[in-house]
Every structure is written in structure tokens, then in C-alpha cells.
């Protein structure tokens, strides 16, 4: 079960901003991306959801339900500034109004930098479209080339 923070964030999201493919379908089996060699894609979204307890997101259109894999992706934790760093990527990718008012609220309250925010901005600029990408296609292959194909950075390499 969710908890009331995250179920809130999910309706505010799905509530304001314009959905994106909310009909494509999307499938993560989490048992047999366990068995996936470490270091697949598939492997380390399973290894990302499991080691942070999460549950897999089936509500909301294509950008929720693929949340955890742009986490993976992007190599941003779950922690409070990695999720507005990837709020601030995936605005860059969509017009999302509630990833705008996330990333200002956090450079308000200093829970991320103007600098970090604008860097991921820039990554999620340069990245190819993730909505347009079948990432399901993606899961056997090592993370590392997923990167490459989509032009996907690393966060250090963004800030340097």
C-alpha cells in the first residue's frame, strides 16, 4: 500500500497536468526481470523497486506508470533532490505542470539547487524522447547502452 504522501502526489499529478498515452500499455514482471543479469535494465529496475520497497505504479498514464524505469535511467535515487531532479528531466521531456511546481517549490525551500535543477533540465533537453521509446524492447540489454541509445547522462557528468 501506498503511502498518503505519494497517493496525493499521484492525484495532484494526474489531476493537473495533460495525461501522455494513458492507454499505452506498460509491462514491468518483476520476477522474471529478478532473474535478468545485473546490470540489464530490466534487472536494475527490479533491484531499484525492491530495495526501496516500492510497489510498481499501475495508475496514471505512460509517464507515472514508467516513473521507477526513468529512475534507473536517469541513475537518480529515490531521495528527496534526486526526485526533484527528475521532476526537472521530466519536464524537459513533457509539459508537466505538477514537475514545474515540484522543482520550484524545491528550490524555494532549498531541498535542491537553482544549478541541479537547471542541469537536469538540460539532460532531460538533450535526452531523446522517453515517450516515444520501448523500453520494454530495452529490458535484457545492460543499462549502460539503454544510455547511450537515448543520450541519457549521468547527474555528475550534467554538473561538471
Do not use: C
Not at 41 to 70: C, K, M, S, Y
Request: glycine share 4%; proline share 6%.
Amino acid at each position: 500500500m501506498r503511502d498518503l504522501r505519494t497517493k496525493a502526489v499521484l492525484w495532484l499529478a494526474r489531476t493537473i497536468n495533460p495525461q501522455v498515452q494513458p492507454d499505452r500499455s506498460v509491462t514491468l514482471n518483476l520476477e522474471s526481470s529478478r532473474r535478468l543479469p545485473d546490470g540489464t535494465l530490466g534487472r536494475e529496475v527490479a533491484r531499484f523497486i525492491d530495495e526501496n520497497h516500492f510497489l510498481p505504479i499501475t495508475e496514471g498514464d505512460l509517464i507515472q506508470r514508467t516513473h521507477d524505469v526513468w529512475h534507473v535511467l536517469t541513475g537518480l535515487s529515490p531521495s528527496v533532490e534526486d526526485e526533484l531532479m527528475l521532476q526537472a528531466f521530466t519536464r524537459a521531456q513533457v509539459f508537466r505542470p505538477s514537475s514545474s511546481l515540484f522543482v520550484l517549490y524545491g528550490v524555494i525551500t532549498r531541498q535542491i539547487e537553482l544549478r541541479e535543477a537547471i542541469a537536469s533540465l538540460k539532460r532531460g533537453r538533450q535526452a531523446k524522447r522517453l515517450i516515444q521509446w520501448n523500453f520494454e524492447a530495452d529490458w535484457e540489454k545492460p543499462l549502460e547502452e539503454v544510455r547511450q541509445k537515448l543520450s541519457v547522462s549521468p547527474p555528475e557528468q550534467a554538473l561538471s
